[in-house]
């Protein structure tokens, strides 16, 4: 039997890798459009802000690698035209067909060019391969620093504003909704907001951009313009063979990844996946989630039956030297879901004073008719990562704020303060509830 | 009405101060047998190892403080004799009577120095309470680093060893048992011996004290011991006034923190708790809890309605700079329960490489039958609390492997790897299950 994998980053080789190891007789052939695989997309920012010196140093494995130790065929500059699969094959851009029994698409996502006039002009960077990564360290390195504007204010723009203002050039970021991160959270937005503005970062919310010219956005005079919005699941393939697509534009998967399509399975940043704290399909493109359902799709495409359960909207992001963190719901998107949400911060050491304990600040989220926790956000400079973690670990098992806040969580000095910040805010919130 | 609480340290000020909040009305006296109050007890180590100045600076407040702030009452030198419950009063060392119509009982714990005879020479230390910490860090400033012997493996051994060696003590640590931290895994304490070793402190597991001397330690010669074994819960008065006691000597008590006695609760130290993944009561004395059972004795001698549903074993200590952290059984422990525990070991990196990313080991532990998570450790430099955290909230949700396996963790360069430690392991032990 033929597995054929469409894409070769997190999602399509995790698939391919574990298809082999539950199958060993398999054949399988992973088709890669461009010419790279495996590659740690997420250190792409920060091998443009210098902290990686070559960007061939975050591929984890080259293609002879999975061939040699895996017996995984990958093709590398093998763009599939069309996916016939009434006759089961794949038609390259060559003309060649690959024939497959079992499919995944794991396609990604890609970014709008389209949506901002102007946006393939020479001064348009990007960070979403390495190709274009490259292009943009290599300005950066060449030119001295001047006026850089970065369209959005998702993490990667905020990767993005952070590594240009280590070259020294002064960055606008323009986003064009009212909150950073997309989180519909505005003491969260005010939070990041101040700490951009120390760094010299000039942030302008509800900023739509129109047109890029030579001179700059709108009438906002730039040298150097980052692109990081408008990244949509890249689903082309998928619903020209028929696939059925949620409302999130990204293709609709059940809990084993399969398509609408029988032998076709989706995995990574071109599919869906569920949310566990509103029980609803939900877009929402990391690389954890991709290598997760990759795993998934590739031991159910190898007859096992493993499943993957969904997200809790987890993520982190570096904003210039800050940790933010986000979990689960905000107090505006629980609203918007029909629940009564009662939030608050806290500010509070990440532990003990003479441990050189650092400000932190907790925000927790409940829904007052159920006691449910529903998500959080901790800000700091130091043990952002494990904080939230627990926060969506809790969110997973559905926790009830009360039971939250008894958690036996690790105290000694050196780590933490006796009562842990996020069971500061619990105590905080249950007295709202 | 009256609330007498026996005991001015972490869990009795939590409960004078939540039954205050809760219950503005309410006479409130703490009796406290000592001259201090509210201090961080388990920063006395770190106090001694010279990262805080002066011990005063681990005093949260002052009993001025409980007065004017909180109207309650803190008497120190106030040693209880005998609880009356019968007249609902306290008989004093003084002969003085304090009536009361709730009582809570925060006598602590201390350290049973007739175990080993000669643990009263001069030369014999501790770190339990302030006085005795003055005391060794007086004379660690005053003598020349010469040799001494630690007697006891658990988490304030492992501190004390750590203090001792940054005076440049020739260090000599005496655990009765086979294992480090009383925790039945050899592979953590071959872990912990191999660093330990590193820093020059020589470990002798195994090693049952007979007695010491003015010139050391059974045969081996010291210059200086500290006692850091033999910790007993504090029950004299529970038990002369008929308090139930649990198996492990500890007073016991329901959820709501109350004893077998009308009236009477107690909490920290002395009391016991419900170890959540065992379902049997259990004596695990830390700081944390303390807080967290002091609130509620505290509410519910007030009236309110809450509980304390019990631990999971957590606590982490750093051992000459490692992070040793654990939660819940180990597979030895597992298998005293009637579980049928699988484990594994695994090493990665706590972030991604090219953000000097450090080994850091996690075990995993989860029960065969049911698939349920059992336990964990994590042992490395940095991150290591945040880790056991996601593990001891998962045991509180009584999570299986699978759903652990597949948990939404943060990642993002600067603060993990794309497949976070602890999922990493979950993944290894899958495969044994």
């Not at 408008?230 to 999130?248: C, I, Y």
């Not at 210039?320 to 009662?342: D, K, Y």
């Amino acid at each position: 039997m033929r597995l054929a994998v469409i894409g070769g980053v997190a999602a399509g080789l995790s698939a391919a890798s574990r298809a082999r190891r539950l199958d060993p007789r398999l054949e399988i052939v992973v088709l890669e459009k461009s010419d790279s695989v495996s590659y740690a997309a997420c250190g792409l920012p920060y091998f443009v802000a210098g902290r990686v010196g070559d960007w061939r140093d975050l591929v984890v494995y080259d293609a002879a690698y999975f061939s040699r130790e895996r017996r995984i065929e990958v093709r590398t500059r093998a763009e599939v035209k069309e996916i016939q699969h009434a006759r089961r094959r794949l038609e390259l851009a060559s003309g060649e067909h690959v024939t497959y029994e079992k499919l995944v698409i794991a396609t990604g996502a890609r970014q709008d060019r389209q949506a901002i006039p102007g946006s393939t002009l020479p001064l348009v960077y990007s960070m979403n391969t390495p190709a274009e990564a490259v292009r943009l360290k290599q300005q950066l390195e060449r030119v001295k620093p001047r006026r850089a504007a970065v369209i959005g204010g998702g993490y990667i723009g905020l990767e993005a504003a952070e590594a240009l203002r280590t070259y020294g050039w002064r960055v606008m970021l323009l986003e064009r909704g009212a909150d950073l991160l997309q989180r519909e959270d505005s003491e969260l937005t005010r939070r990041i907001a101040t700490h951009l503005d120390w760094f010299g970062v000039d942030l302008r919310l509800g900023y739509a951009v129109k047109s890029i010219t030579e001179g700059g956005v709108d009438d906002e005079k730039a040298d150097l313009v980052v692109l990081a919005s408008g990244l949509k699941p890249n689903v082309d393939l998928a619903r020209a063979a028929g696939a059925e697509l949620g409302q999130s534009g990204a293709i609709r998967v059940n809990d084993r990844m399969e398509t609408s399509l029988g032998g076709i399975y989706a995995a990574g940043d071109c599919a869906e996946s569920m949310h566990l704290v509103t029980g609803r399909h939900c877009w929402i493109p990391l690389g954890t989630t991709a290598n997760k359902m990759g795993r998934v799709a590739g031991a159910c495409a190898a007859g096992a039956r493993e499943r993957f359960p969904g997200v809790v909207g987890t993520s982190i992001v570096r904003v210039c030297g800050l940790g933010v963190a986000i979990t689960g719901l905000s107090a505006a998107q629980a609203r918007r879901e029909g629940l009564q949400p009662v939030s608050v911060w806290t500010k509070s050491r990440d532990r003990a004073r003479y441990f050189r304990g650092r400000p932190v600040e907790v925000e927790l989220v409940a829904d007052r008719a159920s006691g449910r926790l529903l998500g959080g956000c901790v800000v700091g400079e130091q043990a952002v990562a494990g904080r939230i973690n627990v926060i969506a670990t809790a969110l997973h098992a559905r926790m009830s704020l009360e039971d939250f806040s008894q958690l036996d969580l690790a105290y000694a000095p050196p780590f933490a303060p006796v009562w842990d910040p996020v069971l500061m805010a619990a105590r905080q919130l249950r007295k709202r509830l």
